[in-house]
C-alpha cells in the first residue's frame, strides 16, 4: 500500500482543495483519491494559518460532497471495471502543526478525511488511534538523523534500539518504522552501502517476524549536511543489498527535487523501493503549487505508477 504524506511548514497560509480530474487512463480508486490526491492549492492571503485550517474545517463536509459528486460523474464516464484497490492514503506530519495538540489536530484531520498522524513516538500512537486514525510512518526507536547505520560502532546501539520498537509497533497494529542512514563520515558509497548493510541486517529477521517495514528516508545534503542517504540511487541499491520486503525508502519529493531532481523519471525507474512518499513544495517545503515543482505531472506518474 502506497501512502503520501503532505508536509506544510509552520509559516504556510493555505489550502483549500480543488478537485481536478483524473485522465481516464489511470482512475483507479477515483471515488477516494478525488478528495485526498487533488492536484490544485489555492491561497488564502493574511490568513493565520490556525484561522484557515479551521475555516477548512467548517467546509469539509460541503468539500468531501462534492468530492464524491466530481468522483460519480468521472466514474460513469470512465467505466472502471476493476474493482477499486484503495492504494492510496493521506498522512500529515504532526511536527509541522507544532502549536496543535494532539487531540485538536487528530480531530480536525479525520473530519476532513485523512486517515494518518505521522511520525510520532510510541506515547502519542493511542491518542491518534483513539480518533480512529492510525500512523502511517512510525518513529521512537534510533539515534537521530546523523547518528544512522553508516556508523559501525553505533550499530550495537542501534540494533538494541529497534529491537525494542519493533515489537512496540507491531503490537500497535502498525507497519512502518522510519531508520536513517547518518552521516556519510568521509566514507566512499561503496563503504556506506557496507556499513549500513551490516546493521540493517542484523535487524530484517525481527523485522519480518513482526511484519514490520523498516524505511530510510532520502534527504537532501544540503540543509542535512553531509547525510549519507541522499540520492534515490544509493538507496535503491541498498534496498537491493538488503534484499528484503520488510526495508523500504521514504521517498521526499522536496528532498530529492533539491538533490537530484528528475522526479517523474525517478518515480519510473526506482517506484517498487519506496514504502512511503513525502510530498512539498521546494523551495521552502511549503505545500504543492507554491514553489518550482509541477506537482499535477508528478501526481499523475505517481498514480499512473501505483493504482496499475
Not at 491518542?127 to 553508516?150: E, S, Y
Amino acid at each position: 500500500m502506497m501512502c503520501f504524506s503532505c508536509r506544510v511548514t509552520s509559516d504556510a497560509k493555505v489550502v483549500f482543495l480543488d478537485v481536478i480530474p483524473t485522465p481516464q487512463d489511470i482512475i483507479s480508486d477515483f471515488s477516494y483519491i478525488c478528495l485526498l490526491l487533488t492536484i490544485k492549492f489555492e491561497y488564502m492571503e493574511n490568513i493565520s494559518r490556525r484561522t484557515a485550517i479551521k475555516t477548512f474545517l467548517a467546509g469539509g463536509v460541503a468539500l468531501a460532497t462534492t468530492g464524491i459528486e466530481a468522483a460519480a460523474a468521472a466514474k460513469k464516464k470512465t467505466d472502471v471495471k476493476e474493482p477499486l484497490k484503495g492504494n492510496v492514503r493521506h498522512s500529515v506530519s504532526k511536527w509541522c502543526f507544532g502549536d496543535y495538540k494532539l487531540d485538536e489536530f487528530c480531530e480536525i484531520c479525520k473530519h476532513i478525511g485523512i486517515e494518518s498522524v505521522e511520525l510520532l513516538d510510541p506515547v502519542d500512537w493511542p491518542i491518534v488511534q483513539k480518533h480512529g486514525l492510525t500512523v502511517a510512518m512510525a518513529q521512537g526507536a534510533g539515534l537521530g538523523i546523523d547518528r544512522g547505520f553508516n556508523d559501525p560502532a553505533l550499530h550495537d546501539e542501534l540494533v538494541a534500539s529497534y529491537e525494542k520498537v519493533i515489537p512496540m509497533v507491531a503490537d500497535a497494529g502498525l507497519t512502518n518504522l522510519i531508520c536513517f542512514s547518518g552521516r556519510r563520515n568521509g566514507v566512499t558509497d561503496l563503504q556506506g552501502w557496507e556499513n549500513c548493510e551490516k546493521g540493517l541486517k542484523r535487524l530484517i529477521p525481527l523485522a519480518e517476524k513482526h511484519k514490520v517495514v523498516l524505511t530510510m528516508e532520502l534527504l537532501n545534503s544540503v540543509g542535512h549536511k553531509d547525510y549519507l542517504c541522499d540520492h534515490t540511487v544509493w538507496g535503491a541499491e541498498l534496498c537491493r543489498r538488503i534484499g528484503s520486503p520488510n526495508f523500504k525508502l521514504l521517498y521526499d519529493i522536496y528532498h530529492m527535487q533539491i538533490n537530484e531532481g528528475c522526479i517523474c523519471d525517478t518515480i519510473t525507474n526506482y517506484g517498487e523501493q519506496f514504502g512511503r512518499i513525502h510530498v512539498a513544495d521546494a523551495p521552502g517545503r511549503h505545500e504543492p503549487g507554491t514553489g518550482e515543482i509541477n506537482y499535477k505531472t508528478q501526481l499523475m506518474y505517481l498514480m499512473a505508477h501505483y493504482l496499475h
